[in-house]
């Protein structure tokens, strides 16, 4: 019988590029998802009436990670906070006394957290494309 090599065990090179091909690809996935929660946020920052009642409540993202996986992920929660009260009598969602209450939603906390998703997202692609371009060299060799 012939002496066969055993394959090797060690990680190869490749997949390692492919891994982190991977994990930047499910980074710039997390971050759209907190691009669209803060959309969201955006969009109904002037909505005073839902379908549940009341004002918009602002919407959070909070990044998790599966404690049997390790995969990441994102949970939205509500932001508990109460929003801005109004006086305009005028309304048509004021109350008896004229008031109306605002969502809960800061535009300057939208822009600001708009802004640091955006840079996480094209850090993650900034990766991306550095893994792509070094394996592709790998392949070329």
Request: net charge neutral; hydrophobic share 40%.
């Amino acid at each position: 019988m012939p002496n066969i090599p055993e394959f090797p065990t060690t990680p190869r090179p490749v997949r390692g590029f492919l891994r982190s091909l991977a994990t930047s690809a499910q980074g710039m996935a997390t971050q759209q998802k907190f691009l669209d929660i803060i959309a969201e946020n955006i969009s109904n920052a002037e909505t005073t009436r839902t379908a549940e009642g009341g004002p918009y409540r602002r919407q959070v993202a909070v990044a998790t990670r599966d404690p049997r996986t390790g995969e990441l992920g994102v949970r939205v929660v509500q932001d508990g906070r109460d929003g801005r009260l109004v006086r305009d009598p005028a309304h048509p969602d004021a109350d008896e006394a004229g008031n109306v209450f605002y969502p809960n939603v800061d535009m300057n906390t939208e822009l600001v957290d708009l802004m640091l998703a955006r840079r996480l997202h094209e850090a993650n692609l900034s990766a991306f494309q550095t893994a792509k371009q070094m394996l592709r060299r790998a392949i070329d060799i």
